[in-house]
T-cell receptor
């Protein structure tokens, strides 16, 4: 099993450009998440999904959109990139149970916006 | 005040030392407590998981939760250079809620 994969691994954008980050998981998990990680800020939740066709806002959703058309994929879009969106982006998936909710993370995408 | 606070370090210890990593939190409704380990340029991975108060031991690692003080700890015995990583505490109210992560503590174990 590949687990959680993210595409691309690195990207440099100019201010105002758009891009889509792709996350795929092969564990048949219901829940998927997009986080950004910045120095000293920890992981901050951007958007999440509790099932195919559903999405919800997290802590820092502004400037991002998401879609979950297939259960195994979760896309994160930046419509008009800004330098403040320079960060490392992590996708995660999980299958919540009453005993807990372990999240499995992808390797991350390093995005620089100039 | 942030919901979860954690000393960012960096923390540097000699090989074989006992390491203590800590987090405090403000939400008394948190019931699930986790520690994630993140190696440089990798995604976090779950290290320890505890429900409610008490201790949990797994090899060289011990997780403690004190809900009365809103304080959780991770102890690493006989630390190894391979333990060098960032350790993130995380917690949630129920297993179906969003996870709140601390900012992480960077640990270096020097051979």
């Amino acid at each position: 099993n590949a687990g959680v994969t993210q595409t691309p691994k690195f990207r440099v954008l100019k201010t105002g450009q758009s891009m889509t980050l792709l996350c795929a998981q092969d564990m048949n998990h219901e829940y998927m998440y997009w986080y950004r990680q910045d120095p000293g800020m920890g992981l901050r939740l951007i958007h999440y999904s509790v099932g195919e066709g559903t999405t919800a806002k997290g802590e820092v959703p502004d400037g991002y959109n998401v879609s979950r058309l297939k259960k195994q994929n979760f896309l994160l879009g930046l419509e008009s990139a800004a330098p403040s969106q320079t960060s490392v982006y992590f996708c995660a998936s999980s299958q919540p149970r009453t005993s807990g909710n372990e999240q499995f993370f992808g390797p991350g995408t390093r995005l620089t916006v100039l | 005040q942030k919901e979860v606070e954690q000393d960012p370090g960096p923390l540097s210890v000699p090989e074989g030392a006992i390491v203590s990593l800590n987090c405090t939190y403000s939400n008394s409704a948190f019931q699930y407590f986790m520690w994630y380990r993140q190696y440089s340029r990798k995604g976090p991975e779950l290290l320890m998981y505890t429900y409610s108060s008490g201790n949990k031991e797994d090899g060289r690692f011990t997780a403690q939760v004190d809900k009365s003080s809103k304080y959780i700890s991770l102890f690493i015995r006989d630390s190894q250079p391979s333990d060098s990583a960032t350790y993130l505490c995380a917690m949630m109210e129920t297993s179906y809620d969003k996870v709140i992560f601390g900012p992480g503590t960077s640990l270096s174990v020097i051979p």
